[in-house]
Each structure stands twice: as C-alpha cells, then as structure tokens.
C-alpha cells in the first residue's frame, strides 16, 4: 500500500522575543503567574510589516532544503491558519507567490490549533490515491495581532503567539514506513468557547466601532473548559489512532502534542503514563502558536535527533471548535 511521509520540516518564528516580565508592563499580570499556570517563558511576536506567509516562507525554505529539493518540485500546498493575513483570498496563494512555485493548487485549512493534523490528512489522501505526489504541509498564525494587551484579555494574551512550521510530504521508500493512520474529530457545541467574533460576514458591515470597542475581534477564550476538554480528547484520540493502527500507548516512541498549556501536556502525560524521552515541549519558548506548534516541534524533535528510523511518532491536537484529531507515524 502506498503511504505517504516527511521528506523534509523546517520552521521559522519572528526574532522578537516577547518575555512575561514585558508583559507584566502592560497588564495585571506576572511571570510567576504565566509560568505556574502554562508553563510559557517567553514567546515571539511579529513586528509590524512581518506576516504570516513571511513566516511561513522561511520555514518552506528550510524544509525543502532538508527535502532536497527546490519549490518547482511542489505538486500542491495545504496551508493550515486560523490567522490568514487577509479574509480573502487564504495564505496559501501568498505563499505560492513567494516561492515562485508554478501554478500548483493551493488550499486553507481552518481547524484552528488542529490545524496541521487536518491538513496532513489532506495531503496523506491526495497523495495515496496518485493524485499529487510532493505536497508542502504548512501550518501558520500571527496571533499576537488579535491580543488585547490590557488587564481585560490576560487570560489569552499570555498564551498565544506567532509561527510558522512546514513539511514536505510525499510517497514513503520503504513499505513499513510512513503516516499509518489518522482519528479527526470536532464538536461545534463548543464553538464559541474559544473564538474570534469578528469580523464576520454575518454583520453589517463585518467590523464596527461598537465590536472594536468590545474587544469583540480579539480572541476570547473560555479558559477552564478548554482545559478540561482538552486534557480528556487528546489522550482519547492517541489511543484511538493507536489502536486503529494496531498498536497501543507503550509501543509509541514519542508524542508530539499541539503546545497549548504545559499544564495540560503533564496532565496528558501522567494519563498515559509516559516516561519524559516519550514527550516533547517547547511552549516554554513559543508559546501557544496554534497550527504551528506540531510542525515547529517535529523540526525540532528531528534536527535534534531525537527521531530515529523505526521510531513510532504521534501528533496530536485540540482546540478551537472543538476540533482534534492524531496522526500515527512509522518513521
Ligand atoms: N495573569 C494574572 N491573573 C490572571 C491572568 C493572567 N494572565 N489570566 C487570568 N487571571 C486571573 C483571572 O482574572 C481570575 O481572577 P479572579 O479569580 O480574580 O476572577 C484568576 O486568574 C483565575 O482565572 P481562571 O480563568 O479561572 O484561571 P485558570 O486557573 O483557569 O487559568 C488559564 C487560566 C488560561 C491558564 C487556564 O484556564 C488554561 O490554561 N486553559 C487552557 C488554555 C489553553 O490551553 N488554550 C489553548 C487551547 S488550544
């Protein structure tokens, strides 16, 4: 059976360094705070001018170059952001542009902090059934521009961030090799427990004074029940790619979860009684970049070597929506 794996990851944040104490200086906050309750340190922010497909053009570059091969090589690009730099059209075009790529199909996926897992399943699909061979995989936000930098919207502005990561994906070489299965999932009941309100096409016109001066365009969050959502769905959803798979919890080699809260990483790992070389963390230096947090650790995690041949990796993933989802992968 063809399956389909990474031939290459890069990733790239904005070198601003946003630390908690420079937080602090804006709001009723503290580091001892934001590092108690999410594990965060520090995170990036763009500076002004810089965009997400910025971002997203530089980590393409490096995962091409670790693929070896140049943006002509692309047959299509799944670009997952909850953050486009415009409503319309999505990011995927911007980047195309920038690569120089042919005119290749380019595709937004908006499942917010599930977002990299949602499109990897795309390009898994099109590539098993022949359609498209060589697929970059991109997952991307600037978050920082829809942060309300008062005492008001503390409780998510010490957590989101911005960052790009990408992979290039493509036909396995080997028959044991490569992403095994998938679990997706979502539940719109939920939806308005983690949002952005506007603009939107249901408001005449999208964006008014009255919604700016609510704050109703910066990112709301219901802070306590996504927690208690997320700490439940993503063990779920790990055991279930697994076992559809044919494999259980102790057969994983390393877990890379979206970094959303350090918090609720531990608590995930204590369900599912990992030892620490069986995880990943970073959140303590990126914060929670939504879509790019699984594509910036598996950069990570690769370049560092803590992936080896053989190894069995899961991705997993939850947040707004709700939506989550797995993938398992035989490296
Ligand atoms: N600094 C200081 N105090 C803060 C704060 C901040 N940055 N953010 C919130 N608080 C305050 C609240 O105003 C509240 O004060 P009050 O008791 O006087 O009303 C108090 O801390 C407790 O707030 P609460 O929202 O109940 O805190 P919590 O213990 O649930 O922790 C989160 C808040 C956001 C850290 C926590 O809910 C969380 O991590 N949720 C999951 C978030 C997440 O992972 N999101 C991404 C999913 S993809």
């Given at each position: ?19 908690n ?7 009723d906050?503290?580091?001892?705070w934001?590092h108690?309750?999410t594990?965060?340190?520090e ?7 810089e ?7 530089r ?10 091969m ?6 299509a690009?799944v ?14 075009v ?24 949602y ?7 099109w590539?098993?059934s ?5 697929i970059?995989?991109?997952?991307a ?20 961030a911005?960052g ?6 493509g036909?396995?070489?080997?028959e ?12 719109g ?6 949002w ?5 096409s249901?408001?005449h ?7 700016l ?15 208690r959502?997320a700490?439940?769905?993503m ?8 076992k559809?798979a044919?494999y259980?919890?102790?057969d ?7 970094q959303?809260?350090?918090?609720i ?6 369900d599912l009684?990992?030892r620490?070389?069986?995880v990943?963390?970073?959140i ?10 699984i ?20 991705l ?15 490296w």
């Amino acid at each position: 059976m063809l399956r389909s794996t990474f031939l290459g990851t890069g990733f790239a944040v904005p070198d601003r360094v946003v630390t908690n104490d420079e937080l602090s200086k804006l709001m009723d906050t503290s580091d001892e705070w934001i590092h108690t309750r999410t594990g965060i340190r520090e995170r990036r922010w763009v500076r002004e001018g810089e965009t997400g497909a910025d971002l997203a053009f530089r980590a393409t570059e490096r995962a091409l170059k670790m693929a070896g091969m140049a943006a002509a090589d692309l047959d299509a690009i799944v670009y997952a952001t909850s953050t486009p730099d415009h409503f319309a059209p999505g990011n995927g075009v911007y980047l195309q542009r920038m690569l120089g790529a042919a005119t290749i199909p380019a595709i937004d996926i908006r499942t917010q902090c599930s977002g990299f897992v949602y499109a990897l399943s795309v390009a898994d699909a099109w590539i098993r059934s022949g359609q498209y061979r060589r697929i970059l995989v991109v997952g991307a936000e600037v978050q920082s521009t829809a942060m309300d930098l008062t005492t008001r919207g503390r409780n998510t502005s010490v957590i989101f961030a911005d960052g790009a990561g990408a992979a290039v994906v493509g036909p396995a070489g080997r028959e044991d090799q490569g992403i095994l299965a998938f679990d997706l999932h979502a539940d719109g009941q939920h939806a308005e427990k983690l949002w952005v309100d506007s603009p939107g096409s249901m408001y005449h016109p999208r964006v008014s004074p009255e919604q700016l001066e609510a704050g109703r365009h910066f990112l709301q969050m219901d802070g306590k029940e996504v927690f208690r959502h997320a700490v439940a769905r993503m063990p779920e959803s790990i055991r279930a790619v697994l076992k559809s798979a044919g494999y259980e919890v102790a057969d994983m080699s390393l877990l890379i979860a979206h970094q959303a809260n350090l918090r609720i990483a531990e608590m995930m790992q204590r369900d599912l009684a990992l030892r620490d070389d069986q995880v990943y963390n970073n959140i303590m230096r990126y914060g929670n970049t939504t879509a790019a947090t699984i594509p910036i650790a598996l950069d990570e995690c690769l370049r560092a070597g803590r992936i080896a041949s053989g190894d069995l990796v899961v991705l997993t993933a939850f947040g707004s929506g709700f939506l989550w989802g797995s993938a398992v992968v035989r490296w």
